[in-house]
């Protein structure tokens, strides 16, 4: 069943990925499995921001990626002539561009990384496992030293005492025999498996979906987990923490709002706040925005990771930033050939 799981999440995954790519002279839609070394692969920060092989950047524009995955630094890196290379596993954040493909698989970054780790090699027994190998040898051990002390007992009480027909030495060694069997606990590895299924299980209804069942008593023994810091013990995501408006410090505590405080702080005038929200919204790249699944309820941060939270102070603030968007002379898309560009220090 859940090898069926896997099969139909993987299926769908590789569905959902597609790229379109220019082979031939023609642009055609693939999968990420079926892109080949010579590929010019289109890219953009909304519907195929994640890159799937190394890359050569070819042409594009404004476009930033977030290469955390490699060096744990939120911080997006703009890609240009200087910085061409594209690396697989990390994610456009802003921009839309071309690329020309130059490793694929295990041998692009992202691939030889994946090999480093899950490697061909013997794996190591899991430590359940390898208990249970030396405790069945050290049965066996003890099985046998038994086994010999009954046999040699049992022989010089059959022929040494009572001086019985040699013929009853097959007698014996079926004997003992049967004792060195019965040391042999055949029924452990079966009973194993079972407790590892049945936890397994539990794992699943628990939302924990686990492809073998070594895994359940692997993470059961984990006394020291390894892990990296952006993106799995924090949400790789910004926040804004304190502001300076009109003079006046705005600092929050943990779990607080800073847009929230500026919108029930008396002391700053209305028309400051509109300004603020304005500059936040106007002052952002359109690839930044704030998206909400109907199935969660955290927002996804799209694009630069700074402009985001000043968005989401603007929301909490009571603005929509895609509303003041639309009607600022020189940002909406009716209006671009009017206004003048403006730097705000």
């Not at 069943?1 to 023609?26: C, D, H, P, V, Y």
């Not at 002391?267 to 690839?287: D, F, G, P, W, Y």
């Amino acid at each position: 069943k859940r090898e069926r799981m896997f099969e139909a999440l993987t299926k769908r995954l590789a569905q959902s990925n597609k790229r379109f790519i220019i082979r031939g002279g023609k642009q055609i839609e693939v999968t990420d499995q079926e892109i080949c070394v010579g590929d010019i692969l289109s890219f953009n920060s909304h519907m195929a921001a994640i890159i799937s092989c190394d890359g050569i950047y070819l042409s594009g524009k404004d476009v930033k990626t977030d290469e955390s995955a490699l060096t744990g630094e939120p911080e997006p890196i703009a890609k240009d002539s200087e910085h061409p290379f594209m690396i697989s596993g990390t994610t456009v954040n802003s921009g839309s561009g071309t690329m020309l493909v130059v490793a694929v698989g295990d041998y692009s970054i992202a691939g030889k990384i994946k090999k480093s780790v899950y490697g061909q090699g013997e794996a190591e027994p899991s430590p359940l496992y390898g208990k249970l190998d030396k405790m069945a040898n050290n049965i066996g051990k003890v099985g046998i030293v038994c086994a010999s002390t009954a046999f040699v007992a049992m022989c010089a009480w059959t022929f040494g005492v009572h001086k019985r027909d040699p013929a009853e030495l097959l007698d014996i060694f079926l004997v003992t025999l049967g004792v060195l069997a019965c040391a042999i606990p055949e029924g452990l590895p079966l009973a194993l498996v079972i407790a590892l299924a049945l936890t397994s299980n539990k794992m699943t209804k628990e939302s924990n979906l686990v492809k073998t069942l070594n895994s359940c008593e692997t993470m059961g023994s984990a006394t020291t987990i390894c892990t990296d810091k952006t993106g799995t013990l924090t949400t790789n995501r910004m926040t804004v923490r304190g502001a300076n408006i009109s003079g006046l410090d705005i600092e929050v505590t943990v779990g607080g709002s800073v847009g929230q405080a500026l919108k029930d702080d008396g002391r700053i005038q209305s028309e400051i706040k509109e300004v603020l929200a304005h500059l936040c919204a106007c002052c952002t790249m359109n690839e930044s925005g704030i998206r909400y699944e109907p199935s969660s309820s955290v927002p996804t941060f799209q694009g630069n990771p700074t402009e985001c939270a000043l968005l989401k102070m603007a929301q909490e603030m009571g603005f929509d930033y895609e509303a003041i968007r639309n009607e600022a002379v020189g940002r909406s898309p009716t209006t671009l050939d009017q206004g003048s560009a403006k730097v705000f220090t």
